[in-house]
Structure formats: structure tokens, C-alpha cells
């Protein structure tokens, strides 16, 4: 909704800017979503005649134009525009003007010819986006006035009114607020309604509408509206349509009550309110035909439907510049039948939008007789009898009782009753009864949202201010959890692989059979959704493999994620926090500087999983599963971690996969119970030295045993131990076919000196020793 910071001038004094009262409106519970400024407020542009016009002798699409400014001084003005005449009123920007964009108004020549200034269009001025041309001003425009004079500044705020405040929905409305908590006293008085006639049959559902009246006046002239009627509809998004109609929206934007008129020449007999019959047609005034059910409330004469309750008028029934003649109509309509209507039809309008929250039911006569005044001054006429009521008009809410310690116990305040009294004062409550322990309060009728006791206290809370509610610890922080331990510690591993470059994904819970690993191990629902989600995942890897495959055939070079997730196993009935992570294509692109492209493999898997692990990891071969080709277990500490695998060429290909997909999947509560305590060293003082060997092995034997049994050997000045070379030749050309010589880097240091050749040669000598007394192995020298 837009409300006009001119229009709300006139029911209450606001002196601030339009930034301190949007922060007022947001204080009071009103969304303020954006602040719009109109008009063209322009020192040094005023509202000239044009005098004399000539063609400029040195351009042809030039005039040379004498103006008059209103300083007694004629001014010349080179111009380029055509659409003007010579006695036709325009801006005109003197020497000094700044125009938007920051265009800076100065004397010079154009062609030769000295300019005093320019003549304006409307894109210049900010009045329009477009403009062919001069802005043409009216004939009876005040020359040497400002031209704000015609288009006085304009700012409106587009507010996001709450379903519960349907009395925010009028410049009244606002405007009762802000006095509230401004203190001031609202300039507004309710019209006084008008004489009535009751009408008892007119209305056919009286929950539906319970209350119904209509205004007869003769003698209309339908005409343009004036300006200030004009500028008051443009100024919150209306256009103008003609007096009448304008009355009716101008009325319904300041009191909050929607209005229809309909012309009294076109309705045949009696009005009536009912029911639309079933497939009963109905052409609205936006020009579209509706199929209308019996759930629709319609407004009919003997022949047809007129209108649609709270919702649209009818095409055929409007006001148009022949009415002599019309019928005024002011109403309640239940909000949940308006809403039901609007949304089958998909049909809505700013009476719907009111209709459908609520109105002031004291406001329906009040706002006719508004209207009637209004109709009267501007197309004439003249009343016809009475206004006609059908139905009952509802009565003023029901009283609520106030106790001054419950406001306070509710708030943490110490409130005088003083105070709450002002508060509620202000925004219109009257205080009656009062007893030793509460204050009944009457709720105006324009408040439908206040009800209870505890509905009192927030409008007491708004009025002093939610800033005053001192904050205070409520509950004691409570022990942390093995539940908040553990995702703590998944939040980690989450940031861990983020920072490693891998992307997280998020696959589903529930799986089809296609995608479960091993029957045996997984949980067939009972009542499934279908049969693609029949089962609970015992594993990640297959999800996260479907993933890998949507990345690939959407044309990704390189697929790295892993997921955090939980899985389910049969046995046990127990379900793990689990770490899945994929792998495929390339883990570097080719460059100048890199060199060749190089594909994920199995090291780059392994290096992950070591990041996560804050001790030595141990990798054990195991056999082939399913599609995973080849599988190594990993362990630390003694206990299994997970596996990583790589998956078979055929099955790689049904993923699209050009490279290597390598897969791992990690129980994080085994990870989790690692411990993780972190081990800090001395950066060494003493350089190192280093000694390589070249040892002979059986072909099946792990390089893992061959760094075992060093370490076994507890030498204290080995301090890294790193293999740089595996070779073997099948056939046993060079080597025997069943060995492989492994090449190890040895590095040796100690903490307090520097090493002499003898010590690191001793050193290298029992590790020898030790290598080729436990393996077996010899030595290539």
C-alpha cells in the first residue's frame, strides 16, 4: 500500500523528514519497504510564455525563441524541440538551475547564437520516463512562478500493512498512529452519517453481509476530477478515471472503506445481495468474463449480476460520462467469503485487499455520507431521499479489562498507571469501569485485533517502546551434549573438506532398491512414498555417485564432493553419522606454469582422508564389492575408520566418467572418538642429513611393512622416512618377476648438535639389519 506524506499531512502535523518518519512507522510495527520522491522542485526553473519563435540561421533543426519569464526582461532561448507554438506556457530552466543528473544550467551559444537558459521537457524535469518534446504547460499556468507550483514535491511510502491491521489500510489510519506516538491530536473527525431508511429485504444472506446501504443521487454531471483530486489518486499509483469514480477510490484511501457506484439507469428494479446461481456469468470492469459459483456473493437487479461482493463491479452497471443518476453503495462483506471468491477467481482489487482483512464497521455510513459531500461538490446533484440500510450495523467491540500488574509482569516494567493510561489514550481506547485490581478499557471500532487482555499490553509495550523492555538471561546455559559434540565435530570435517576445494552435496534419505548397496543391510520401509523411495540408504556412495554423474553430463571437467550424512543399517537397527567423498577427472589443469593436466587419483584420496586424521593412518587391501574395482580398508589406532575404493572401468563409463572415479566412505563417530590433542615440536636448530637405500621385496609386500618394521627399530636420530621410487619388471629381465625394489629416503637428525657421517652410518646400518632380518630383503647398492 502507498500512503502520500502530503496527504497524511492533513490529518496530523509532521515536521520531520521522510526518513524520521519511516523509522516512526517501523517502530509502531509498520514495514516501510521504500520511500519514492515526485514532483519537480527545481530552484530556478519557472513557468515562461513563449513570445517569438524564428528559425535559427545557422541550423535547421534549431529555433530561436523569445520567452517571457515573468521578469518584465523577454529572454532568448535556442531550442531543438517542434511540438510547441508561439503563446504555449513551458518550463524554463534559468542560468543556476541544477536538472537531475546533475545538468547545470549556464548562458552560452549554440551555433553562434546565445542561449539564456532552456526550455524543459518532461524527461528533464523527472516528471515522465519518456517525452517527445516541450512540456506543455496549461493555458492558465502563473508565468514567472516556480514550477513546483504545478507539481508540487510528492513523497510516498510503499508500507506492508499486517493481515491483523486492517485499519493501517487509509491515510487516517496511519495517521492515528503516528499522532499516538507523537503525542499529538489527530486532525480528523468522523463524518457525521446520514439520514437512513431501513430497507429490510434487500439483502438475501445476512452472515454474508451483514449490514448493506445505498445512496441515491440525481443530477451527476460526470466529468474529468480536478487537480487536487487528481494529484492525490497519481500520488499513491491511481489514475484518474472521472469524479465520481475518483470520489469513491479518493474516500476508500482516507477512511479505509471501500465504495462502489453504480449507475442507476442501467439496474433493473431493486438491488439485491445474494447468492450466484451455478455457472451464472458475470463481466467485470476489468473486462473479463467470470464463471461464478453458488459460494460467490453477488450484488444483482431482477435481470442480472451487477457486482461482485467486496471484489469488482460489473461493466455494465458502471459509471460512465453519460450517468445522470447514481446509486452509491457502502458495505460489509465477510472477509472469509470475499477472500474465497477473490481466490477461485483469481480476481483482486484494492477493495478485495480491505474486504478480505476486515473494516471499520462504524465507517460504512460514515464513509457514504463522506463521499455523498464530496460527489455533490464536484459533479452536483442532488440527494434522493435517504440513504437505504438493509441489515444491522454490527456493534462496538466488546470491552477489555486491564490489570496494571499484569502489564508490568508481562513486560518487566514498572509502569504507573498513569502511563498506561496516556498509552492506550492516545490510540484511542476510553477508559471506564475501574476496580482495585483492573481498568476496563472500550476498544474502538476500527481496532478488530484487540480482543484479550494480553492484546492491551502490546499496544502499550508499542506506545512506551519495545527499547525500554530490559533484556534479561531467562534460563541457565545448558551442559553440552554428545549430540552438540558431535556436531560441532561434523561442522568441522565440513570445513575441513571445503577448504580442501571439495563441494558439499545433499542427497536424499530414502532410496530406490537400484541404489542400495546390500539388501541385507538396508531397511524396506513399510508404507513407502514409491518405489523409488522404498528403502533407507545403508550407504552414501550411491547418491553421491548419482550426483557426480548429473555434474558430468552437464559438462563439468572435474566432480569433487562429499556429503555428510546419516545411513541406516538392518543389523542392530542402528543409523551412523557417516563421510562419503567422490572423486573424478582432473585435479589439476594444464598451464604454462603446471604443466600437463593431471586426473585425480588414488594419492589425492588418501591425502584427503590423512587431512581429517590427526594420527598415522594404516591402509590394508581388502577385496573387490560391488562395483568398486579395487578396496582398501583404513584404520588408526587399531580401529577400521572406512574404505576408499576405486570403481570399475564398465561401471565408471555408465557415470560418463573419462577418468579414474575414486570413492571413500569414513563412520565419523569412529573418527570422532581419534583422539585429536595437537603435538607441538621445536623447529629444529641443526640441519639434517639424509641417506637413501634401495631395498629388494617380495612384490606382494605392502610398502606400509617395510615402514613398520623401520620404525620398530625405535632409532632415535630417524626422523622422516619417505619413499620416492617403486620398480619392477614383469619380465624378469632386470629384476625377478616376483620382486620389486623399493627406494627409500632416510633423514636423521638430532635435537642438540649436528650429526657427524659415523653416527647416521651406524644408524642406517641397523636399520638394515633390521629390514633384511624381518622381510627378507636385499640390497641394490
Not at 524564428?54 to 518584465?72: E, I, W
Not at 491491521?165 to 446520514?194: C, M, N, Y
Not at 470492469?285 to 471484489?311: C, K, M, N
Not at 543389523?571 to 567423498?581: F, V
Request: charge should be negative; glycine fraction near 8%.
Amino acid at each position: 500500500m502507498n500512503i502520500s506524506l502530503n496527504w497524511l499531512r492533513e490529518f496530523v502535523d509532521w515536521t520531520g523528514t521522510p526518513e524520521e518518519l519511516a523509522t516512526l512507522l517501523t517502530r509502531t510495527g509498520l514495514e516501510v519497504g521504500s520511500i519514492a520522491t515526485r514532483g519537480a522542485d527545481f530552484p530556478k526553473v519557472v513557468i515562461a510564455q513563449i513570445l517569438e519563435a524564428t528559425q535559427h540561421p545557422n541550423a535547421d533543426r534549431l529555433s530561436v525563441c523569445r520567452v517571457d519569464d515573468g521578469s518584465g526582461h523577454p529572454r532568448q532561448i535556442v531550442c531543438g524541440a517542434k511540438n510547441f507554438k508561439v503563446g504555449d506556457k513551458v518550463p524554463l530552466a534559468l542560468p543556476g538551475a541544477v536538472l537531475p543528473g546533475d545538468f547545470k544550467i549556464k548562458v552560452g551559444k549554440l551555433r553562434g547564437v546565445e542561449s539564456e537558459g532552456m526550455l524543459c521537457s518532461a524527461k528533464e524535469l523527472s516528471l515522465a520516463a519518456d517525452a517527445d518534446g516541450l512540456l506543455i504547460l496549461p493555458a492558465d499556468a502563473p508565468v514567472g512562478q516556480p514550477i513546483a507550483t504545478l507539481f508540487p514535491p510528492e513523497t510516498a511510502f510503499e508500507i506492508e500493512i499486517t493481515p491483523n491491521r486492517p485499519d493501517w489500510l487509509s491515510h487516517v489510519g496511519i495517521a492515528r498512529e503516528v499522532a499516538a506516538f507523537t503525542s499529538q491530536a489527530l486532525k480528523w473527525t468522523r463524518p457525521a452519517a446520514p439520514q437512513t431508511t431501513e430497507y429490510a429485504s434487500r439483502i438475501g444472506d445476512l452472515e454474508r453481509c451483514p449490514f448493506y446501504t445505498l445512496q441515491r443521487i440525481a443530477g451527476v454531471k460526470v466529468g474529468p476530477s480536478p487537480d487536487w483530486l487528481r494529484q492525490r489518486l497519481e500520488s499513491v499509483g491511481l489514475r484518474s478515471i472521472n469524479n465520481v469514480v475518483d470520489v469513491t477510490n479518493f474516500v476508500m484511501l482516507e477512511i479505509g472503506q471501500p465504495l462502489h457506484a453504480f449507475d442507476a439507469a442501467k439496474v433493473n428494479g431493486d438491488i439485491q445481495v445474494r447468492l450466484a446461481g451455478e455457472g451464472e456469468k458475470f463481466l467485470a470492469l476489468d473486462g473479463r468474463e467470470y464463471t461464478l459459483s453458488t459460494d460467490d456473493l453477488v450484488i444483482a437487479d431482477s435481470a442480472r449480476t451487477l457486482a461482485l461482493a467486496g471484489v469488482m463491479g460489473g461493466e455494465e452497471s458502471g459509471v460512465t460520462e453519460t450517468t445522470t443518476e447514481i446509486l452509491l453503495e457502502s458495505a460489509i462483506f465477510q472477509t472469509s467469503g470475499v477472500r474465497r471468491t477473490g481466490r477461485r477467481l483469481d480476481l483482486h482489487s484494492d477493495s478485495s485487499y480491505r474486504f478480505e482483512r476486515g473494516i471499520d464497521p462504524a465507517g460504512v455510513l460514515a464513509a457514504s455520507a463522506r463521499a455523498t459531500q464530496l460527489i455533490l461538490e464536484l459533479a452536483g446533484g442532488t440527494i434522493s431521499g435517504s440513504a437505504e440500510v438493509s441489515g444491522k450495523e454490527p456493534e462496538a467491540p466488546a470491552p477489555v479489562a486491564l490489570r496494571q500488574g499484569k502489564v508490568n509482569a508481562l513486560l518487566g516494567l514498572e509502569l504507573t498507571a498513569d502511563e498506561i493510561t496516556a498509552a492506550l489514550s492516545g490510540l484511542g481506547l476510553t477508559a471506564g469501569e475501574v476496580s482495585e485490581t483492573a481498568t476496563t478499557w472500550g476498544i474502538p471500532s476500527h481496532r478488530l485485533d484487540l480482543i484479550r487482555e494480553v492484546d492491551l499490553v502490546e499496544e502499550v509495550a508499542r506506545v512506551v517502546g519495545i527499547d525500554r523492555i530490559p533484556s534479561r538471561v531467562s534460563a541457565n546455559p545448558a551442559e553440552p551434549t554428545k549430540a552438540d559434540a558431535s556436531y560441532d565435530f561434523q561442522i568441522r570435517v565440513r570445513g575441513r573438506l571445503a577448504g580442501l576445494g571439495l563441494s558439499e552435496a545433499r542427497t536424499s534419505t530414502l532410496v530406490s532398491p537400484a541404489s542400495v548397496w546390500s539388501e541385507a543391510e538396508a531397511i524396506k520401509l513399510k508404507n513407502p512414498l514409491g518405489e523409488d523411495q522404498s528403502f533407507l540408504r545403508s550407504s552414501l556412495i550411491p547418491g553421491l555417485l548419482a550426483a557426480v554423474e548429473r555434474n558430468l553430463r552437464y559438462g563439468a571437467a572435474s566432480v569433487a564432493l562429499f556429503e555428510v550424512g546419516r545411513t541406516f543399517h538392518a543389523r542392530g537397527r542402528e543409523e551412523s553419522p557417516t563421510l562419503a567423498i567422490a572423486l573424478t577427472g582432473l585435479s589439476r589443469t594444464s598451464s604454462w606454469r603446471d604443466g600437463a593436466a593431471k586426473a585425480f587419483d588414488w594419492w589425492n584420496l588418501k591425502g584427503i582422508i590423512a587431512a581429517l586424521v590427526p594420527v598415522e593412518l594404516e591402509w590394508k587391501k581388502s577385496d573387490a564389492q560391488g562395483d568398486l574395482a579395487l578396496v582398501s580398508t583404513v584404520s588408526a589406532n587399531g580401529k577400521t575408520l572406512g574404505l576408499i575404493g576405486q570403481l570399475s572401468p564398465a561401471a565408471a563409463r555408465k557415470l560418463d566418467a573419462r577418468e579414474s572415479v575414486l570413492v571413500a566412505e569414513i563412520d565419523l563417530s569412529a573418527l570422532q572418538s581419534i583422539p585429536a590433542s595437537p603435538v607441538y615440536r621445536e623447529i629444529p636448530k641443526y640441519p639434517a642429513t639424509t641417506r637413501d637405500i634401495a631395498i629388494v621385496v617380495p612384490a606382494t609386500l605392502p610398502y606400509g611393512e617395510i615402514e613398520r618394521t623401520l620404525q620398530a627399530v625405535r632409532e632415535p636420530l630417524l626422523v622422516d622416512i619417505e619413499p620416492f621410487d617403486v620398480f619392477s619388471d614383469a619380465t624378469g629381465a632386470k629384476l625377478a618377476a616376483d620382486r620389486k625394489s623399493v627406494a627409500i629416503s632416510l633423514t636423521f637428525r638430532a635435537p642438540e648438535r649436528t650429526l657427524n657421517s659415523d653416527e647416521v652410518t651406524a644408524s642406517v646400518s641397523r636399520l638394515r639389519d633390521k629390514l633384511k632380518a624381518d622381510l627378507g630383503a636385499e640390497f641394490r647398492e
